[in-house]
């Protein structure tokens, strides 16, 4: 018999009997739980959880239809998902080409297991003569103040079109209006240094390096209305020196911009992200 793997997410009140009822639910329906994990939010009172387990592989439609009588009781949110699923993500950058580079070389060697439906930017393609793009799709949506509204409404048509689960900022330096942040609430994640608030607008690393900062750091988030205030999903820091340059603190900054935004990734592609109100919790691997 071959066997098919899952993800189950899950977000419910908190009340007695939830993970009896579904790894009970898991175990009679043939399936093999291979890991499980659960967070119970003292504050908010809602439990979390995230299982991954094997099923026979013609159990896909059966699990979810049986699933729902539990979903009912315990007054579930929920999503099953079969690992072959693979979540399908549009990549939007601008010259800062670095992050959008990590994401396609990690996606290459099977790190990063995903659909990459097109790359968007607001610069033309000859940008990134040096980069292989292979067949993924590419967008060149230039936006000013008058064209924002056109430029957004188009980017909604391709991510309408190609059936996109996540946006992914890869240090795209345009701001998107509150409008489009909230029809992307829950489906678009940004990266950025993690000063803010104290170092805002431009060269953010010269500004810190004239303040004498000894940590920098990445900061991976899901966009909302509110500018780089969405649920955190992933951060990091390095030590600086006074011996280092502004350009030091730029490179360095570049190295954990590109591996915060990859492992936020990674999280998600794996189902390991659910938000939680003004937070996320992360099951990391």
């Given at each position: 018999?071959?066997t ?6 899950l977000t419910?009140p908190?009340?007695p ?24 939010d ?6 979390i ?9 013609d159990?896909n ?8 009588e ?6 579930l949110?929920?999503?099953?998902r079969?690992?072959?699923d ?6 939007m ?18 790190e ?6 097109g790359?968007v ?5 000859d ?9 993924i799709?590419?967008?060149?949506l230039?936006?000013t ?12 048509e391709i991510?309408a079109?190609s ?15 509150d409008?489009?942040s909230?029809?992307?609430?829950g489906?678009c ?10 170092f805002?607008?431009?060269?953010p690393y ?5 303040r004498?900062?000894k ?12 500018l ?14 006074h ?5 030091d ?7 954990l ?7 936020a ?7 390991r992200?659910l938000?939680?109100?003004a937070?996320?919790?992360?099951f990391?691997?």
């Amino acid at each position: 018999m071959t066997t098919e793997n899952y993800y189950l997410t899950l977000t419910c009140p908190n009340k007695p009997g939830i993970v009896a009822a579904v790894s009970t639910y898991i175990f009679e329906a043939g399936g093999d739980i291979e890991e499980a994990q659960q967070f119970d939010d003292k504050a908010s009172k809602r439990f979390i959880m995230r299982v991954s387990f094997s099923c026979p592989s013609d159990a896909n439609n059966a699990l979810k239809a049986g699933f729902l009588e539990i979903a009912k009781r315990f007054e579930l949110t929920w999503e099953l998902r079969a690992v072959k699923d693979l979540k399908r993500v549009l990549i939007m950058a601008s010259k800062l080409d670095h992050c959008l580079v990590d994401l396609l070389y990690r996606w290459r060697i099977g790190e990063l297991p995903m659909i990459i439906c097109g790359i968007v930017s607001n610069h033309p393609r000859d940008v990134y003569a040096s980069i292989d793009f292979a067949d993924i799709p590419f967008y060149h949506l230039p936006v000013t103040a008058e064209t924002k509204p056109a430029q957004e409404a188009r980017l909604l048509e391709i991510i309408a079109d190609s059936k996109v689960d996540m946006v992914i900022l890869a240090r795209y330096m345009q701001i998107l209006s509150d409008e489009l942040s909230t029809k992307l609430s829950g489906r678009c994640i940004n990266v950025h240094h993690s000063f803010l608030p104290s170092f805002k607008g431009a060269k953010p690393y010269h500004q810190a390096h004239a303040r004498g900062i000894k940590l920098i750091g990445a900061t991976a988030h899901f966009v909302t209305s509110d500018l780089d205030e969405g649920p955190i999903i992933e951060q990091d820091v390095t030590r600086v020196t006074h011996g280092d340059t502004p350009e030091d603190l730029v490179r360095k900054g570049r190295d954990l911009e590109r591996t915060v935004l990859s492992r936020a990734l990674r999280y998600y592609l794996h189902d390991r992200v659910l938000i939680n109100g003004a937070t996320s919790v992360v099951f990391s691997d």
